[in-house]
């Protein structure tokens, strides 16, 4: 007889594309949509709920996630769903910020320069 938990992992499974090349394992169904601030997340149906993917396939791997620790995409791939170090991680919610507010300033890095660059054609 094979297990809930089987079967849910089977249910992603199905519909996830494996990359050889950075592990990550990319969902392939419906998201949270193209546009806001939790855009880009994997979306099931699962008895009748919608929930994010990559929590339930973390928590079917590893059980409960305390209150203060959240999820975070450390491979910076919000379609990815896989429940291991170096992709979807359990951490504090004081280290998720802090790295959101990393990958941020880098991204502010290469924004600066165009912006620049349009204050100076600006007359
Ligand atoms: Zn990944």
Redesign the pocket.
Known sequence: MISRRDQIREKIMARVEI?EG?????WTGPTSGETGRGKDYPRMSLSGQTVAVHKVMWTNEHGFIPGKKELD?????RR???PDA???ELVTRKENARRRERAKRSMLGHNSGRALECAETTP
């Open positions: 990359d950075t592990g990550c394992y990319n995409h450390a491979c910076r791939n990815c769903v896989r170096g992709h979807v």
